[in-house]
């Protein structure tokens, strides 16, 4: 069967009950392997994120020389080679569905002294690689896009970079991540402004692994010189899977659902800001530190869900929660409007249309526009829907299940492998009845 006919199938209603630990952190675990890579010793890794897009991450640096064990149930270790180890791979580095893995990836390669190539599939190929590309030929980088500015990046070694002072045009943590890791290997400071606040895992983890990192209001700076020394890393769960159960645990009957050690980056949590300001009824238990980064439990129960206008500056911080958060609204009484996402249109799918086609055949009334979408709450149908091969479309028309009045079937599910492999197998245990049809690539 070929790969992308992976098909889910959900039966309407049922609920949501019982106590998860949903995998760990997509973004943290990509992190931990390149700068476990570069760093000197060794570096362990626990709860790490065992799916095909950190899998990504890992083989890249295997294959330019980095010694690699595990995932064994959440556990990496890995043998650093220090900031000039790294080795030319005999082929080009194929990074599947990864944004992060591509786009960290270009600017840490921009340093190195030897040239690679980066492919992906089909979706990552069309995604927009200039806003790494046009910052990194500012430092000096020699990097070539297709004509559309796409992938493959062929990345030419040795070319001796300068830090720059860059303005992000769009407040994106892969842009700002590859500029840093670039700037590990500039001439002087590299430092980049954020219009908005975006995740801060690269600079908490730089940190961690003790090299200096600055920031200045808007700004993050980073200098050349320094040494990454291997350290301990306990990945957090990652708060954009645990979303599809805090968006399914809000919109079920008589629903009541613990999430354990939960990552709470502040620039992460705006998913349980709008679904509280939705009137969601999510209680924050238990919240400590583990390695620099914020955890917490969190438990969610039903709740009447109202529309509302979702606040501009929320949108980074929820960025990759927006697929669930239109089921949500949609289950929401009245109207949610969301503006200022036009980001959404350029993730693994166009996430502002196939959310609204998708609604639309379940009855739904949603209406795209180019920034966002407005959303009249109103009763779910049932019907067949597309993923588009998007891992977070495909688990957030499964979640639409519980409030549909028939099943919901949904086409081109594989890559829910990318981000979260267990998610039919948690979401059956919690209560969700939903099913696998074919599967085998
Ligand atoms: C990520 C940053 C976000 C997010 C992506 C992961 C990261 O992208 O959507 O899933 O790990 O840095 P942008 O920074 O491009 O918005």
Same mark, same amino acid.
Request: hydrophobic residues 40%.
């Given at each position: 069967?070929?790969?992308?006919q ?35 010793? *060794? ?10 897009? %950190? ?56 340093g ?33 896009? $297709? ?27 892969? *842009? ?13 400071t590299?430092?980049?402004?954020e219009?908005?606040? $975006? ?5 908490r ?7 200096p *990192? ?16 291997? %350290? ?9 899977s645990a979303?599809?159960?805090m ?11 613990t ?7 502040? $620039? ?10 939705m009137?969601?009824d ?12 914020? *955890? ?10 109202k ?7 929320l ?10 958060l239109?089921?949500?609204?949609? %289950?929401?009484?009245?109207? $949610? ?13 166009d ?13 739904v ?77």
């Open positions: 069967m070929h790969h992308n992976v098909t889910f199938e959900v039966q309407p209603g049922g609920s949501l009950q019982g106590e998860a630990r949903v995998p760990g952190d997509k973004s943290i675990s990509h992190r931990s392997i390149m700068l476990g890579s570069l760093a000197e010793g *060794v570096t362990e890794v626990t709860g790490f994120l065992d799916a095909e897009d %950190c899998l990504s991450t890992m083989k890249a640096f295997k294959a330019m020389g980095v010694k690699i064990e595990g995932p064994q149930a959440g556990k990496v270790t890995i043998t650093g080679v220090g900031l000039h180890g790294l080795k030319a791979p005999l082929e080009p580095l194929y990074l599947g569905n990864s944004g992060t893995s591509m786009r960290l990836l270009s600017g840490l390669l921009a190195q002294s030897f040239d690679v190539t980066l492919t992906g599939d089909e979706s990552l190929s069309k995604r927009p690689m200039k806003r790494v590309t046009d910052p990194l030929r500012q430092m000096g980088a020699s990097i070539e896009t $297709t004509d559309q500015g796409t992938s493959p990046l062929k990345v030419h070694g040795g070319a001796p970079l300068k830090g720059i002072h860059y303005e992000m045009p769009v407040a994106s943590a892969q *842009v700002k991540s590859c500029l840093l890791l670039a700037g590990l290997y500039a001439d002087g590299t430092a980049v402004h219009p908005a606040p $975006t995740r801060d895992h690269t600079e983890m730089l940190k961690g692994f003790g090299y *990192v600055n920031r200045l209001g808007e700004t993050v700076s980073v200098q050349s010189g320094g040494t990454l020394k291997g %350290c301990a890393i306990d990945v957090p769960s990652d708060i954009s979303a599809f159960f968006v399914g645990a809000s919109i079920a009957k008589d629903a009541d659902v999430l354990r050690h939960v990552g709470m980056n502040p $620039t992460r949590t705006g998913v349980i800001d709008i679904l509280k300001l009137g969601a999510i209680e924050i238990m238990n919240p400590h530190e583990v390695g620099g980064e914020p *955890v917490a439990d969190l438990r969610i129960k039903s709740a009447i869900l529309g509302i206008a979702i606040p501009e500056h949108v980074p911080l929820a960025i990759d929660e927006f697929p669930v239109f089921v949500a609204a949609a %289950c929401a009484n009245g109207k $949610t409007v969301l503006t200022g996402a036009e980001e959404l249109r350029v993730k693994e799918s996430r502002i249309q196939v959310m609204a086609d998708g609604l639309k055949i379940l009855g009334d949603a209406v795209p526009t180019p920034d966002g979408m407005v959303v009249n709450g109103g009763p779910l149908g049932m019907g067949v829907v597309e993923s588009h091969g998007d891992h977070r479309i495909a688990m957030a028309f499964s979640i639409a299940g519980l409030r549909a009045s028939g099943p919901i079937t949904i086409h081109d599910c594989a890559n829910v492998n990318t981000s979260f492999p267990t998610f039919v197998t948690l979401a059956q245990r919690l209560g969700l009845e939903v099913n696998v049809l074919g599967g085998e690539s």
